[in-house]
């Protein structure tokens, strides 16, 4: 058992990716995100595919409508370890 490798991080995740990956989680669509946010769908599409920054501001509604930190959707790929060591 002790012939193994430690499992690593293999993708990076955009702020867009983040958005979309956690409104898929709860089974929200666009729309339904919209509603919840005040934010236009068409906004969150362009986020979501990367043709629109996702913005501070942003991030806080979202966020509060995705019911996450403001950070776990601008900062997707920071690695609190690797950065404390640093």
Known sequence: MND????????????????K????LQEFSQNELAKK??????TISAIENGRMQLGVERAK???RALHCHPA????PGW????????
């Not at 995740?13 to 983040?18: D, H, L």
């Not at 946010?37 to 068409?42: H, N, R, T």
């Not at 690695?79 to 640093?86: K, P």
Request: glycine share 4%; aromatic share 4%; hydrophobic share 45%.
């Open 4 to 19: 193994y490798t430690l499992a690593k991080r293999s993708i990076e995740v955009s702020p867009g990716e983040s958005v």
């Open 21 to 24: 990956i956690l409104r898929e």
């Open 37 to 42: 946010s005040g934010i236009p769908q068409s």
């Open 61 to 63: 509604v979202l966020a």
């Open 72 to 75: 776990v959707l601008v900062f």
């Open 79 to 86: 690695n609190i370890e690797h950065e404390s060591a640093a």
